[in-house]
């Protein structure tokens, strides 16, 4: 039995470690979020420079998002510029032709060994796929980190995976909201853990019964 459990814990690690992000880039967390609903995410911006600091930070946003609105940042500016989209689209009755396609924080420090996090709320898009926000991160000695790169590159752009849930993956997470009072917020932060859980407890299922047919 503690071999069976050994197996399980180790299969939680490995799951765990491959959900984890890389770190000292500028990413936007979690990078997992349900198709169709309402997301908070953070812009994380570490910085990695032993001799300067971080003063200005600017994202791109896709033009799929909506409702899109920010948490305030202690001693940060924020400004954002709006574009029109490529077409209206409908929301809560009504005809939206634009949409913000930047936002920049500047007026801060990030100093050598530290990182800040910059909140905001969306509506995600219907299709499932991959949202891309490019950022430039610039350093009061007038040097300008491009993270707009493939997922590959040394500068990658952050990304997030949307999915469609299933009918029972929805009806679970509305329980599992209804429990912490936050339904718009529980989706994108749960999704990845519950499907941890199922994935543990199958492998835990499959290695108990191999060990009875032993």
Known sequence: MRTIRS?????????VA????????????????????FARFVVRVPNERD?????????????????????????????????????????????VTDYIASVTWEGGRIEPGEFQEFGFSVRTPEAPGTLTFPALQTYDNGEVVRWTGPADA???????????????????????GDDEDDDETEIPVVVPWVAL??????????????????
């Open 7 to 15: 197996r399980v814990a180790v299969a939680a690690l490995l799951l």
């Open 18 to 37: 491959v959900a984890t992000p890389a770190a000292a880039h500028v990413t936007v967390q979690p990078n997992e979020a349900a198709t169709e609903s």
């Open 51 to 95: 001799n300067a600091a971080t003063v200005k930070v600017e994202v791109q946003l896709p033009e799929t998002l909506l409702s899109v609105s920010f948490q305030p940042t202690s001693g940060w500016n924020r400004t954002v510029e709006r574009k029109q989209r490529s077409a209206p689209v409908e929301l809560h009755g009504e005809q």
């Open 154 to 176: 040394e500068e990658p752009a952050a990304r997030v995976r949307t999915f469609r849930l299933e009918a029972g993956q929805v009806e679970l997470l509305s329980k599992l």
């Open 197 to 214: 859980v199922v994935a543990v407890a199958a492998l835990g299922l499959a290695l108990t019964g191999r060990s009875r047919q032993a």
